[in-house]
């Protein structure tokens, strides 16, 4: 008999500092990824193959809203008051219930103001969220 498994995009939540966002877009919610493999790969000319390993957790939390989502004004104020004092740093976690895929770390900051577009029908708004020391973990439902 076949294992079926489960998925509920309703599980994934994303904290941000002391807040889950809520009204996330209809297509796409949270992607996460570090911002440079874990290692690179030299070849040399006789084909040895030397890997270095590269340091560099910094990785990036996109997150998309609904225009008419609270969360924009909670993420709009962060992003304020860090361009005023400079030390807006907050911790972040991206969690899926439903499963045991985990990401965040505890210094995280708003890199810049999504796009401001208005049409015809409520848009998204992309907000990108760095991370100075992503901590990942993709699992299984």
Known sequence: MADVKNYDSKKVSVIVGSRALKGFAEDSRVSVARDEPV???????DGEVTRSKTNNRLGTITVSLDQSSESNDYLSGLLQADEKSGNGLFPV??????????????KAWIEAFPEMANAKDAGDREWII?????EMFVGGN
Not at 93 to 106: E, T
Not at 130 to 134: A, E, I, Q, Y
């Open 93 to 106: 976690l991206v969690r899926d219930a439903g499963g045991s895929s985990l990401a965040g770390g505890p």
């Open 39 to 45: 290692f690179n790969a030299k070849v040399g000319g």
């Open 130 to 134: 760095k991370v100075g020391d992503l």
